[in-house]
């Protein structure tokens, strides 16, 4: 327990969110604050920085997944405009390059096309070692070495394995089967960089499309040969991170170096190609489960073997079983390692792989059994959460009127345009963690102001900093300013694990109780009274045991004179939470004669607590639906292994959903009886692909075990039926 929350415990007032009926903000529907900025084109992003002087950046990428190249910068040093060349070669080993576009050399100059002329002229050959692309190279006969240890590797295994294969023995169904996710990239809408403003001198600010603000300053000031404490971080808005961008990441050092030889800031943005080979991406996986259920619908086995495919990084896995829980289980973790940019964290880490392959297996042994496939989960999980969260799901979606509940449709009865349900399940942490400051500051002149060195990744961070603060001091939401992503505000944590507001809510209200118990006792004497009598409501101050003696909140900051009010608040454990559970169905459309799959509904059930901002939850919950639907029918990074070329790293070839790809979304608040904050980020965004895969078999009997969800796929699954 912190020092503050302990005075609280011997007496104080303890700080709690308040009686819900009585709330004005937390746990109602608020539109985001920086709402009308957005829809105007008035937010600024990194992107959209200029600076006098400002030199514009680009880097040269190496074509190759493992090539050693020799550069003469020379040439596009010679071109007018051009300010500064430099050659990056940090993560290099031995001269060689371990990844397809990993960046090798990066430019300044004048214009952005002048940039592009310099990166063209760098004269660059290129010696090329053999490479292993995808997991067929790496684990070839005398494939290539992507690490000194080799390719494939293998972990501590869990559970019993001969106890695993002797409850299966028993079972009366049995079910093997591979399960494989492709990599995916983030797509993030502004690609990855930061424009740094250095002029020489030992002061530097970095605008940085990041989400961390803290995490930038460390880094930026070593590739500037600065002290740490003279480059500020500023982050006013962003474009999208889904966990790629946690780290500074190599455009950001790259405008530093830039920056310092050339005494002038830079602007260096990726374009949409190097972003999609150098910024990291989610992991694919490959994973082979064994289970086995008896007749009356308990799992009682299940054997897993998981490979992680995340590039020259280890990937994800949360491991087996994920949710369910079998009798006995046996789990095998690996990865393989390919000459590929490294996976690093993307909504829900290894959480969606776990979920394709479980949920499918889990469906496929209800389907042996001839069992209801919602009645064979909920049998298997010992939440009464989850069931209740089922329940409700299978409501929305119409499956008490499903005519499908024990499986699909016989072939020779199966309509051309089959209809479908499937389920999934979720959980994740979510919980918050100290490190985070808020400061308050109530002004002579009734401004307020709510100050954090966080960042708003667009999930309506500024909303709630705005809002806990305006309900503890009796305020309307627009009468408090949200200042936030700026270094200079104070500690916080990187936006990261769904950890943002558990860990930064609490501090705000901290802060703004702590602001709102100054106050009061400035204004005690004034109304003759005792500080802890009076209240703050409705744009005014008054004493609880008479409304006459009372203080509108202009008048009243008015009495501060020339001063101000300043205080600062800290994480507050009794505040949060972690741990979630959350339930989604699928309702899809599949064309028999074409193969095309068509999400009709989607629904998802999810518990987080207090949900701080409502309308905030909601709009998550419906954008983690959109990700899994997009993840689970269209996208998939393509590169050709002999070759060693990206074939779909733009806009144009790699697909992801748009609003005609987008179903009906209903996102449903749990009830949840736990009045503390927990982070909603992650687990809407896990079982969505699954649930839609689930049924699409539950539509025609065609069982896709390899995302994306293709056409193609679904006509050869339906084949193999006859």
Known sequence: MSERASERARGAEALTWGDPAARTFAGQDSPRVDGPLKVTGRARYTHDVRLPGMLYGAILPCPYPKARPALDLAPARALAGVVAAIELDESRDGGWTTYLGQPIAAVAAKTPELAADAI?????????????????????????PVSSSGNAFVEDAQGDRAAVEAALAACDAVVEATYTMPVQVHACMETHGAVVDYRGGDEAIVYASTQGTNSVPGPAARALGLAAGKVTAIVEHMGGGFGSKLRFGVAGLAACRLAREAGAPVHLMLDRSDEFLCTGNRSGSHQVLKGGATADGKLQALLSTVQNLGGIGRGSHPGHPFIYEPAVSFHQPGYVLTHTDAAVPMRAPGHPQASFAIESMMDELA???????????????????YRRQLDRAAREIGWAEHPNRRGPPAPSVRPEKAVGIGFGLARWGGGGRPGARVTVRIASDGSVTASAGSQDLGTGTRTYLAGIVAEELGLPLAAVEARLGDSRYGPAGASGGSTTTPSLAPAVKDAARRARDAFFAHLAPILGTRAERLRARDGAILAAEDGAKRLGWREACATLAAGEIAVTGEFQAELADSGTHGAQAAKVEVDTLTGEVRVLKMVAVQDCGLAVNTLAARSQIQGGMIGALSYGLLEERVIDPWLGLAMNASFVDYKVAGIKDVAELVAILDDDPRERVIGIGEPP???????????????????????PLTPDKVLTALAALG
């Open 685 to 707: 965004a896990i079982p969505g692909h699954a649930a839609i895969a689930n049924a699409i078999f539950n539509a025609c009997g065609a069982r896709v075990r390899d995302l």
């Open 120 to 144: 063209r002229a760098i004269g660059v050959e290129y010696e090329l070692g053999d490479w292993c692309a995808d997991r067929a190279q790496a684990l070839a006969e005398g494939a290539e």
């Open 367 to 385: 389907n042996a059994l001839r069992l209801d496939p919602l009645e064979f989960r909920k049998q298997n999980v010992s939440s009464e959460v």
